[in-house]
């Protein structure tokens, strides 16, 4: 079947710029995941969703940064006011079930954000 | 607080030859342990996972990591590495909702 998508695959857009992030996850899983992955760094988590709402979003840097999953699957990273820090591979990660980061989670390929 | 190391940033093993990859985590209670592997192009994938029961636990490709509690470590190893095995290799653990990743360890395979 088709797994987590991310759309766009890369996306380059200038300081002080609005910018939004897509996430499908596999169908049927009902706990999502935002990461942030900055070069040599491992994954860095940033929100978890179950179902629509956002189960815990300490990872999230500041009040620029916001997600959203209306329906409980497509779910929108959005950023306001870029910076040239924000530069990273941002990926999506989808789990079946309740469990929280204790199960298996799906990646997507990631959007490669470069903001100049 | 919750984090993961992850000693090595780069390691170079011939192939055919056996691997050991470290990860120390630090977590208050029983942590829920991975390992990723993540090639150039390719997404995240779960190579394998601890809850509990048996601390030796096998996963795919022909990996297997042992759970030391005493230690706080997770270490992969494989017997034999193939040159397909040359990737980074991230260990996570998870506790209540968030999942905390190491920095990576990056693997290359000399024939």
């Known amino acids: 079947g088709a797994g987590v998508s991310q759309t766009p695959s890369n996306k380059v857009t200038e300081k002080g710029k609005y910018v939004e992030l897509r996430c499908d996850p596999i169908?049927?899983?009902?706990?999502l995941y935002w990461y942030r992955q900055s070069l040599g760094q491992g994954p860095e988590f940033l929100i978890y969703?179950?179902?629509?709402?956002?189960?815990?979003d300490s990872g999230l840097p500041n009040d620029r940064f916001f997600a959203v999953r209306p329906e409980g699957s497509v779910s929108t990273l959005k950023i306001q006011r870029t910076e040239r820090g924000d530069s990273a591979v941002y990926l999506c990660?989808?789990?079946?079930?309740?469990?929280?980061?204790?199960?298996?989670?799906?990646f997507g390929p990631g959007t490669r954000l470069t903001v100049l | 607080a919750q984090s993961v190391t992850q000693p090595d940033i780069h390691i170079t093993v011939s192939e055919g030859a056996s691997l050991e990859l470290r990860c120390n985590y630090s977590?208050?209670?029983?942590?829920?342990l991975f390992w990723y592997v993540q090639s150039p192009g390719q997404g995240l994938q779960l190579l394998l996972k601890?809850?509990?029961?048996?601390?030796l636990v096998q996963g795919i490709k022909g990996f297997e990591a042992e759970f030391k509690r005493s230690q706080s470590s997770f270490n992969l190893r494989k017997p034999s590495v193939h040159w397909s095995d040359a990737a980074e290799y991230f260990c996570?653990?998870?506790?209540?909702?968030?999942?905390?990743f190491g920095a990576g360890t990056r693997l290359f395979v000399k024939a």
């Open positions: 990660a989808s789990s079946p079930g309740t469990s929280g980061g204790r199960g298996e989670q799906f």
């Open positions: 169908s049927g899983h009902t706990a």
């Open positions: 969703f179950q179902g629509t709402g956002a189960a815990d």
């Open positions: 977590y208050g209670a029983t942590p829920y």
């Open positions: 601890y809850f509990s029961g048996d601390t």
């Open positions: 996570a653990c998870t506790g209540g909702f968030k999942t905390i």
